[in-house]
Each structure stands twice: as C-alpha cells, then as structure tokens.
C-alpha cells in the first residue's frame, strides 16, 4: 500500500463477547458511535415470557456458557435479534433470572481498563462482525486463511456432532503461507495450545518453527524495532485456571490484563509502537445480546457442506490502536477477512483464495498519514481488578470442559497422531522425570480438604498444575520435536540457489529463532547450511 507508515502488525484475537456487551456503554464517549442507549433499552424474553431488558452490570465471571453454534444463533436472531435469552433459558431451564439477564448486561463505561482506555484514545470499530453466525473454531478459519472449507462446527462438541476427522482437513492456504511467499518475517506466540495449528499448513515443520510461548513476545517487543516481527499473531491461553481468552466462565478481568500486557509491551518500545498497528478483535459473541442485524455476506467458495456462509456473525468487540489512528469511530463494515485483505494490499501478496477476502473492505481505511505523540502512556490493572471475585468458578473451568476446552484436547491428540513415530523416545527422560516431579508433589502434606492432584508442566516449570498439565506436556514436546524437524527443511531451503536471496534469507532468518545464531545476511547463508549439516549426525 502507498504511503502505509505502518511497519508492524500485531493481531490479538480473543473469543466470545458481543460488542454491545463489551464496549455499547462507549455511547457516554462516542455519541455516534452505535451501542446502547440507557435511556431505550433493547430488550428480549426468556421461555417463560418474562421480559429481559440491556442493563449495566459489573459481574465478571458467568457460571453457564450461552451457546453460540450455529442453529443457536440462528434462534438469537429470530425477531430482530429477540431470540438471545429465549435461546439461553431453553438450553439452561435451571439458570436463575440473575443469569439471563447477564445475556442482556453490558459494561459501564472504564470498567473494562484494557478495552475501555484503549478506545478512548485509538479507534472503535462498530460495524466489526464475526465472519460467520458460529463458534470460534470456523471464525478463527475464516480470519487466518478466508474460508472455513464449508465447516461450521465444533468437532465432538455434544450437540452438532461434527466429526472430528473432518476439522483436521484444513489444507487451505493460509496467510502465513502467504507471507513465506513474500519473505514477510512473522512470528505467532500462544500460551497453551495454539488454536491455529489445527491449519494443516501451520502444523508443518518450517511453519512451527515460528511459533513461540508468549513470553517470547516481551523480549521481542522490548528490543530493536528493526529486529520485531512484520507480523505477529497472538493467541491466549485457553485452558485451565489460568485462561485468559475470555471464555466464560473465565474472569473477564484476565483478558484485560492480557490485552494491557501487549499494549505495554509495544508502548514502552518507542521505536517500535511509531510502526506498529495492534488489532484486537474477538472472534465470536459467545451467545451474548447484541442489537445490531448482521448484514448478508458473499461465501468464500462453493464449500457449503453445513452451511452456505451468506450473513456475517453477530458484532464482536475491535478496535485499531496505533499512532497512526485517530481517537474516534469507524463505522465501515469489517469482519475478520478485513484484515486479511490488508496484509494481502499491504505487503502485494498473492490473494488468497477466497471471495470474502476479494470483496471484504480493509482496516487500512482508517490509517492516517499523521503521527500523533499523544496517547495513552500505559494501561495499569489494580489489584481487585487482578483478584477474580469467583475463584470457585475459575477451579470448575478445569473440571468442566468447554466444547472449546474438549476441541483443543482432541487437537492435542491429533498432533501425536500425525507424527509417525508417535511420542518419541527422547522424550521417555523427560516423562520420567515428570513422574518423579509428581511423585514429589503428591508427598507433600495438602491439607486434607483439596481434592485436586498437582504437577508440574515441563511448558511451566515454575509453576504447580492440575488437570491441564497433559496437554501443555504434550503440546510443549510435539513443538520441540517439529523444530528439529524443521532444520533439515531450512537446510533444503538454504541451499537452494534457485530461490530468491529474499526467500533463502527467510529461511535462514527461522534458523536463527530456533538456533539463536545469527546469519541472516547472504553471505552467511553458506554458514547457516554448515551448521544445518550437524543436523542428523
């Protein structure tokens, strides 16, 4: 793109919230902006006919999870979007009327410190829709490569019964291929699991040599500007006690220390933030109220095996925050593809194959040409704040599985699966010394009311676990296995002087985030394969 000051892309994708309930209360900031008016509540009904109206409300973690698959949601939307609790009481019938009306709460304005002081200095989007009337895993599809290949279920989540074999048949291009076309340095950092690798694509070895534990990103965003990655994906942590992706029942308070944790990061880098857009957008209401209609939308191909992909999902939460972005509204129509659609004008890539993305409007309408140097200087979380009011209902996020938490575990699965030898033997010390960890642990002297069983993740050393140990383990292993994978494909890539100096340099460029050497230059690359020929003695 012509006279794009921006150097740096940065995505945080978090999950299941509406804009309404998030950011509707920014009415009292932005009196154009499109969100709730106290004054004239929408309103809806439960089964009973009992009458549900939008209300403020500071509660933070909610015991249920509204559904938001897509026959649900179709039901959300009967009436002029009059169907949100109606749909909530039929699938909950025990849920007390406190728990309805959650599904019609929104914010008050500053509550949320990371969301809420982000867009009162940067830009809200307003017309931001999930890319589909559906769950996380088939939006997340739609936002990395632009299509969903017709899938717009859950695998095994107890009420579409999609078959699990199907949703690891992902084999589209994805954005990231897109970007190792070009040569774009890119990076993705996750927490657990990331979400993205059910991508056939991403789970191959040269690809999941850029992938990196969030703690990577804080030292990449506090060094040379000229050294961050062009783009960044960030994926939270869905698991476990710990999860700070926004999903119910998870206190909504962990996303906004997440979101203020990135944002800090890029500020306190001055070189850096003066290139950089954050975009941050959730990928899905997760079955909460919002008013506005979802328009009607072109398919991204002819793959309509569950559903025919005409209508944008419901509005979800975004905003673009930059110097390089106004403090203000932006009301044209995205979705998740928008962003796409950027990156693709942005860096001349080859388009993607998808309809959405050619027809889907840019994020980069509301880039300016202007610096500002003003801003918001950081985003500070007080102790209440970081202190769930609820910490029994963070305790049954582990024992009570999501239809998410239940996805990612049969993804865990799937990863073992795909590798030919299956668990490999240097990892049998490893689990030996995670038994005698545990073995350690189980010796101490718990008091005799805590039921729960600890260890210790090799992902998480510092850090006592219950449940979701196994598959931190498993994910940490798989990774660690698919970089020594990878050099034999950089080695290929390195040599191969029919590729571009740019392309060998990319590749060269993975070698040094998974060696720590540094020979990113051409006349180092002879080096680089020099030290690939170690690999396999």
């Known amino acids: 793109m012509a006279n794009d000051p921006i150097k740096h892309v940065v995505v945080l994708a978090l999950e299941n919230h509406s804009f309404d309930q998030m950011l509707g209360s920014l009415t009292a900031y932005y009196p154009e902006l499109e969100g709730v008016s106290p004054a004239a509540p929408n309103e809806n009904v439960d089964q ?10 500071e509660e933070r973690q909610m015991t249920f999870d509204p559904h938001h698959e897509v026959q649900w949601v179709k039901e959300q939307l009967e009436n002029r979007n009059g169907g949100f609790v109606k749909n909530f009481s039929k699938m909950y019938p025990a849920s007390k009327p406190e728990d309805r009306q959650f599904v019609m709460g929104y914010y008050p304005p500053d509550f949320l410190p990371g969301l809420h002081q982000l867009a009162q200095h940067f830009t809200v989007c307003d017309h931001w829709f999930a890319s589909l009337p559906g769950p996380t895993w088939p939006n997340r599809f739609m936002a990395l490569t632009g299509t969903a290949k017709g899938r717009v279920n859950m695998p095994d989540d107890g009420t579409s019964k999609a078959d699990l074999a199907g949703y690891f048949q992902q084999d589209q291009d994805t954005i990231f291929d897109r970007l190792n076309d070009k040569a774009i340095y890119w990076k993705s950092y996750f927490h657990d ?5 059910t991508l056939d694509n991403q789970r191959k070895p040269h690809n999941v040599a850029r992938y990196f534990y969030m703690s990577e990103f804080f030292i990449d965003a506090n060094g040379r500007e000229a050294d961050f990655p062009q783009f960044c994906f960030i994926e939270p942590d ?10 119910p029942p998870h206190d909504v308070m962990k996303a906004q220390k997440l979101i203020a944790d990135v944002y800090n990061a890029l500020r306190a880098n001055d070189d850096l933030w003066r290139s950089t857009l954050l975009v941050i957008f959730y990928d899905e209401h997760g079955g909460f109220y919002d008013h506005v209609i979802p328009p009607n939308a072109v398919a991204p191909d002819d793959n309509h095996a569950e559903y025919t992909f005409d209508q944008l999902g419901i509005r979800v939460p975004a905003l673009l925050v930059s110097p390089w972005v106004g403090r203000r509204v932006e009301s044209t129509q995205f979705d998740h593809t928008s962003v796409l659609k950027y990156i693709t004008e942005k860096w001349q890539l080859c388009p993607l194959l998808s309809k959405r993305v050619e027809q889907a409007n840019s994020i980069g309408v509301a880039i300016g040409q202007q610096l500002r140097d003003d801003g918001l200087p950081r985003i500070e979380l007080s102790r209440e704040q970081l202190t769930p ?3 029994e209902l963070e305790e049954q996020a582990i024992a009570n599985n999501s239809a998410h938490d239940s996805a990612l575990k049969k993804l865990r699965d799937h990863l073992w699966l795909e590798l030919d030898e299956g668990a490999p033997r240097l990892y049998a010390g490893l689990a030996h010394l995670g038994d005698l960890a545990k073995s350690f642990f189980d010796s101490l002297a718990l008091p005799k009311s805590s039921n729960a069983t600890f260890s210790v993740s090799i992902a998480e050393p510092d850090k006592l676990g219950t449940d979701d140990v196994s598959v931190k383990d498993d994910v940490a292993r798989w990774l660690m296995r698919k970089k020594k994978d990878a050099v034999s494909i950089l080695a290929g890539h390195i040599r191969n002087e029919a590729l571009s100096d740019d392309l060998r340099r990319h590749a060269a460029r993975t070698l040094e985030l998974i060696s720590g050497r540094r020979f990113h230059h051409v006349e180092k690359l002879e080096e680089a394969a020099k030290l690939l020929d170690i690999h396999g003695q």
């Open 389 to 391: 009011p609820k910490l």
């Open 48 to 57: 009973d006919g009992t009458i549900y109206r939008q209300a403020s409300t």
């Open 193 to 197: 699991i990331p979400q993205s690798w």
């Open 238 to 247: 869905f698991m476990g006690i710990v999860g700070n992706d926004d999903h």
